[in-house]
T-cell receptor, first 112, second 119 residues
Framework: SQQGEEDPQALSIQEGENATMNCSYK?????LQWYRQNSGRGLVHLIL?????REKHSGRLRVTLDTSKKSSSLLITASRAADTASYFC????????????FGEGTQLTVNP | NAGVMQNPRHLVRRRGQEARLRCSPM?????VYWYRQLPEEGLKFMVY????????ESGMPKERFSAEFPKEGPSILRIQQVVRGDSAAYFC?????????????????FGDGTRLSIL
């Protein structure tokens, strides 16, 4: 598997439910970031968690990071139809310069 | 504040032609990154530039692809003699300073991309 691999590939839920997406990676990182992409648009930064942090919150978003397992999760609570998008994790690996390595993404569909 | 501006949004070229993609970073940003996205896939890093310098081009194909970020004007990603496999969405991102290493992380700000189609 490649760096920054999301699971599941696709997720369909009803409005009001919570959505959880997972990301696994391989190398040591400086930080891990989550981005959102609406169809036909660019990526929008959601949240950044540093390697020395374990959990971070931003509004309805909660991100966890487990560096021992090289994994992260993104939780969206009380989902809305407008949350429908693709979600990507991206790792800023140590000694990688400034490039981000993206996973393949999770396509989230929130049904009204 | 204008975000990262990319143009054109859509570009159609025939095989063998040249494609020039432009990116104007956010105001105050001097670091530019180019990524390529194939359908149903994540973004793949291509090149990282600062004004007048290529910092990391480890993701760039060795032939036909080049990038620049001149002192004045936008960053340009140039693809010569395009082939069908070059069809993809090309995204540019910018940041005010380096986003990795000792700075412990800053987000990159993305444009809406250029969708390149090769006939």
């Amino acid at each position: 598997s490649q760096q920054g691999e999301e699971d599941p590939q696709a997720l369909s839920i009803q409005e009001g439910e919570n959505a959880t997406m997972n990301c696994s990676y391989k190398t040591s990182i400086n930080n891990l970031q989550w981005y959102r992409q609406n169809s036909g648009r660019g990526l929008v930064h959601l949240i950044l968690i540093r390697s020395n942090e374990r959990e971070k919150h931003s509004g309805r978003l909660r991100v966890t990071l487990d560096t021992s397992k090289k994994s992260s999760s993104l939780l969206i609570t009380a989902s809305r139809a407008a949350d429908t998008a693709s979600y990507f994790c991206a790792t800023d690996a140590k000694n990688s310069g400034s490039r981000l390595t993206f996973g393949e993404g999770t396509q989230l569909t929130v049904n009204p | 504040n204008a975000g990262v501006m990319q143009n054109p949004r859509h570009l159609v070229r025939r095989r063998g032609q040249e494609a020039r993609l432009r990116c104007s970073p956010m105001k105050g940003h001097s670091h530019v990154y180019w990524y390529r996205q194939l359908p149903e896939e994540g973004l793949k890093f291509m090149v990282y530039l600062q004004k007048e310098n290529i910092i990391d081009e480890s993701g760039m194909p060795k032939e036909r692809f080049s990038a620049e970020f001149p002192k004045e004007g936008p960053s340009i990603l140039r693809i010569q003699q395009v082939v069908r496999g070059d069809s993809a969405a090309y995204f540019c991102a910018s940041s005010p300073k380096r986003t990795g290493g000792e700075f412990q992380g800053q987000p990159q700000h993305f444009g809406d991309g250029t969708r390149l189609s090769i006939l």
